[in-house]
């Protein structure tokens, strides 16, 4: 595995993928690699070679009272990780290298960008939208590879790619979950051991509302009532937004006859934690991915 630490070099090895006719894959993170960053570099490694893994993280997408000097940084780990998955460059820029002296530009995806975490966290999804640009110019990637935790954020930058024509690829990928169903986060290692027990109320609401839906509810107003009791039952949550919302415009629904999202946000702690459910029509009823 090449590491590759400069933008010069890394869109050198991009054009010789692609006047190789390679179809070059990207995975982009911000480190402190899990289980779920290692199931979208399988997914690269199944469907492209080169496959490129990005660690950059992104000032731009932190809010002042955010934790970007906390933030885990593992680099060495998750070197040794990704080379042990067979990646074929390791994309790690510097913030100096990504925005130089006098940079000044910024990506805006309105409206999607407007809601929900764009509204908890002003400015965050601008910082998303401006350095994936960066690096689908850099990279030139045919096709990139999102986590479905992430929803609204995959939602805009695939606006992004519709609205710039870019000729990248999205591909979405399962959620990676714990065996007790909390979803994988860079930042469940800042939960406490009580804090990690509470967490799991978000799955297990998530996992009430599959439950509703399976057996015929339709009702969004009653599917959130059933969400939210399971998570109110937990006193060390404090819920920012728990709501069902249409998969494409990110307004709220109130009947489930669609494509749909079940979003939750809570705060753990310190520590915010978001996940989802993704409610798709199967065979004349609904499917529910957790």
Not at 53 to 72: A, H
Not at 105 to 130: I, M, N, Q
Not at 145 to 167: H, P, W, Y
Request: proline share 5%; aromatic share 6%.
């Amino acid at each position: 595995m090449e590491t590759v630490h400069t933008i010069q070099w890394m869109k050198e090895l991009a054009k010789n993928a692609l006047v190789n006719e390679r179809l070059l894959g990207l995975v982009p993170t911000m480190g402190a690699l899990h289980e779920g960053h290692f199931s979208l570099v399988r997914a690269a490694k199944h469907k492209c070679s080169p496959v490129v893994v990005s660690i950059f993280v992104n000032p731009k997408q932190f809010g002042p009272t955010e934790d970007l000097k906390k933030y885990p940084r593992t680099f060495e780990a998750d070197r040794e990780a990704l080379a042990s998955l067979g990646v074929d460059i390791l994309f790690a820029p510097t913030s100096e290298e990504m925005y130089p002296a006098g940079f000044s530009t910024s990506v805006s995806v309105k409206g999607l960008s407007d809601r929900w975490e764009g509204r908890a966290r002003p400015g965050h999804f601008d910082g998303v939208a401006t350095v994936v640009l960066k690096l689908f110019e850099i990279v030139q990637p045919r096709v990139a590879f999102f986590g479905r935790k992430d929803a609204q954020q995959a939602r805009i930058i695939r606006q992004m790619v519709t609205d710039l024509n870019l000729s990248t690829e999205i591909e979405l990928c399962p959620i990676v979950r714990e065996p007790d169903g909390l979803a994988l986060s860079s930042r469940n290692v800042y939960l406490s051991p009580e804090d990690r027990r509470a967490a799991v109320a978000i799955s297990r609401a998530l996992a009430a509302c599959k439950e509703c839906i399976s057996s015929g509810e339709r009702d969004v107003a009653r599917l959130l009532a059933t969400i939210r009791g399971k998570l109110e039952s937990e006193p060390r949550l404090t819920v920012d937004y728990a709501e069902i919302v249409d998969a494409d415009s990110f307004e709220p629904v109130r009947m489930i006859r669609g494509n749909c999202y079940v979003l939750i946000a809570v705060m753990v702690g310190g520590t915010r934690l978001i996940d989802n459910a993704y409610i798709e029509p199967e065979a004349g009823a609904f499917r529910v991915l957790l």
